[in-house]
Nanobody
Framework: QVQLVESGGGLVRTGESLRLSCSAS????????MGWFRQAPGKDREFVAA?????????SYSDAVKGRFTISRDNANNTMYLQMNSLKPEDTAVYYC?????????????????WGQGTQVTVSS
């Protein structure tokens, strides 16, 4: 059974930074694509970033966060991170990590097989 646990959310002001963590267990972490999604109140869950499993560890980002957020992973510690800089009020959402056991490296919710419970990020203006 794959388990994902997010942490690091909180309340910050516009322009500040946060780093989210996603701890994984029950899988061979290094073999799978990992992703971050977010869901704001009243909106659909949306793609934020993904990172591939291979040695090259390529990353992709949504246009909304490109240049401000950085996704990374530490395979030795089964942990993925999302460094969020220059935060804006529109970044306020619950952030979820997810794992793609088929390594599709996609952006759709359906591309991911297991999800964490989410961590709240609130950015005040």
């Amino acid at each position: 059974q794959v388990q994902l646990v997010e942490s690091g959310g909180g309340l910050v002001r516009t322009g500040e930074s946060l780093r989210l963590s996603c701890s994984a267990s029950g899988q061979t972490f290094s073999r799978y694509t990992m992703g971050w999604f977010r869901q704001a109140p009243g909106k659909d869950r949306e793609f934020v970033a993904a990172i591939s499993w291979g040695a090259g560890r390529t990353a992709s980002y949504s246009d909304a966060v490109k240049g401000r957020f950085t996704i990374s992973r530490d395979n030795a510690n089964n942990t993925m991170y999302l460094q969020m800089n220059s935060l804006k009020p529109e970044d306020t959402a619950v952030y979820y990590c997810a794992t793609d056991l088929s390594t599709r490296y996609g952006r759709a919710i359906s591309d991911y097989d297991y999800w964490g419970q989410g961590t709240q990020v609130t950015v005040s203006s």
